[in-house]
C-alpha cells in the first residue's frame, strides 16, 4: 500500500486544496482545524451550503437565534450575522496558513447575496459591507460572473477587496472575468493602491456541465463515449486560456507593480454520476497555480485512494476536439453555460430564502 499522502502530492505539483463546506459545528469542534492540519488551506461557503448547515447543525445556532429574535430583529439580518460570524471564525482557523503563505493562501469565502446577482450597484454595496463586517484579511467576497457582476468585481478590486469571482461556467464569460481583475488592478495602481495584497480566484464550477450535457448525448448511442467527457474539456481549455491572458505586456507590467494571477478554482467536484470514479473531476483537473475546493466526502475519498499526475494542461488538443464534436452533433454550450448560470443563481437565492425560513424551525426545536 502506497504511504504517499494525495493532498501533500497535490500541494507540491502547486494545487491548493481547499474545503466546500462549513458550519459552526465544524468550526467549534476543531473539525475544521484537524483538515487544515492536514492540508485544506482555504474554505468556501454558498447560500445552499449554509442553507445545509442550519438544517444539519441548528442546535449549534439556535440561543444566538433565540435571542435574536426575542429582542426583535428580523430573520434576514440575522443570517447575515450568523453567516458573518461564521466566515470570521473560519478564517481565524485558517490564518496560520494566510500568515505562513505571505497572504497567498488561507482564504475564507462569504457570498453575496444571489437575490442581487443582477444589479451592480447593489453588488458593490453588499461586497463592501461584507469586507467591512468581516474585517478579516484573509477572506474573500464573493461575486458572480453574471453581466451585472463583471462592472462589480472590477470595482471591488480597484478597491483592492479580495473577490473570489463565482458562478463561472463558460470560457468566453472567463475572459471577460479575466478582464475585470486585470482593469481592476489598473485602477487600483493608478490610485497608488499595494497590488500585493490583493487576491483573487475565478471559481468553475465544473460537475454540473456534465450534468447538463451528458442527458443531450442519449439520444445518439454513437455519442456515448462523450458521456462525462464535457466538463473536464471545458475546464482545460479555461486553463489555457489563464495561462495566455496571464502573460504578455499587460499582465508583465501588473506583475512588476505586485500583482498575483487569479487562480482557476475548480468548484463542484463531487461526482454527481455514480457511474463515473468518485474523485475524476480532482484527478483530470491538476495544475499548478489553481485551487481545488471539495466536499468533505470528495476530499476524504481523494485522501484514500487519489491519483496524483500533473493532468491539467495533458492533451488539451484533444479536449478541444470534444468539444468541437459536441458542437458539430448539437450541443450548445454557449446555451448549457447560461443555463447554468441561470440555474446556479436561482439555486442559491432559493437557498438564501430557505436560509430565512429556517430561523422559524430552528426556534421552534428549542
Known amino acids: 500500500m502506497s504511504t504517499t499522502d494525495p493532498i501533500a502530492e497535490l500541494r ?26 492536514r492540508g485544506v488551506t482555504g474554505v468556501t461557503a454558498n447560500p445552499t451550503i449554509f442553507a445545509r448547515a442550519l ?27 450568523l453567516l458573518v460570524e461564521d466566515v470570521q471564525a473560519a478564517a481565524d482557523v485558517m490564518r496560520p496558513v494566510y500568515d505562513r503563505e505571505r497572504g497567498g493562501d488561507g482564504f475564507v469565502s462569504i457570498e453575496v447575496s444571489p437575490e442581487i446577482a443582477g444589479d451592480t450597484e447593489r453588488t458593490i454595496a453588499a461586497a463592501r459591507d461584507l469586507r467591512q463586517r468581516t474585517a478579516r484579511p484573509n477572506v474573500m467576497v464573493k461575486i458572480p460572473a453574471t453581466p451585472a457582476g463583471l462592472p462589480a468585481i472590477q470595482a471591488m478590486i480597484a478597491e483592492g477587496a479580495n473577490i473570489n469571482v463565482t458562478l463561472v461556467f463558460a470560457v468566453e464569460r472567463y475572459v471577460k472575468v479575466v478582464e475585470a481583475f486585470l482593469a481592476g488592478l489598473e485602477r487600483l495602481r493608478e490610485r497608488g493602491g499595494d497590488l500585493r495584497t490583493v487576491h483573487s480566484v475565478a471559481s468553475f464550477f465544473v460537475s454540473r456541465v456534465d450534468t447538463k450535457v451528458d442527458p443531450l448525448l442519449e ?103 470534444t468539444l468541437d464534436r459536441l458542437a458539430m452533433n448539437g450541443v450548445d454550450l454557449a446555451a448549457v453555460t447560461q443555463a447554468l448560470e441561470d440555474e446556479g443563481v436561482a439555486g442559491f437565492a432559493k437557498s438564501f430564502r430557505e436560509s430565512i425560513e429556517r430561523l422559524a424551525t430552528v426556534r421552534a426545536r428549542r
Request: aromatic share 8%.
Open 219 to 321: 439520444v445518439k448511442p454513437e455519442l456515448a463515449p462523450l458521456r462525462g467527457k464535457a466538463a473536464v474539456a471545458n475546464s482545460k481549455l479555461a486553463y489555457e486560456m489563464f495561462t495566455q491572458l496571464h502573460s504578455g505586456p499587460r499582465w508583465d507590467a501588473l506583475r512588476e507593480s505586485g500583482a498575483t494571477v487569479q487562480r482557476c478554482l475548480w468548484a463542484s467536484t463531487s461526482t454527481k454520476n455514480p457511474s463515473y470514479r468518485d474523485v475524476m473531476y480532482v484527478e483530470e483537473l491538476i495544475g499548478p497555480a489553481t485551487i481545488n475546493t471539495m466536499p468533505v466526502a470528495t476530499f476524504e475519498a481523494f485522501a484514500d485512494h487519489g491519483r496524483v499526475e500533473p493532468t491539467l494542461e495533458r492533451d488539451v488538443e484533444g479536449a478541444r476536439r
Open 55 to 81: 438544517e444539519s447543525a441548528d442546535a449549534a445556532y439556535a440561543d444566538d437565534v433565540e435571542r435574536r429574535l426575542a429582542r426583535g430583529q428580523d430573520a434576514e439580518s440575522i443570517v447575515w450575522d
Open 12 to 37: 507540491r505539483l502547486g494545487q491548493s486544496v481547499w474545503l466546500d463546506q462549513m458550519d459552526r459545528t465544524m468550526i467549534r469542534s476543531g473539525a475544521l482545524a484537524r483538515y487544515r492540519d
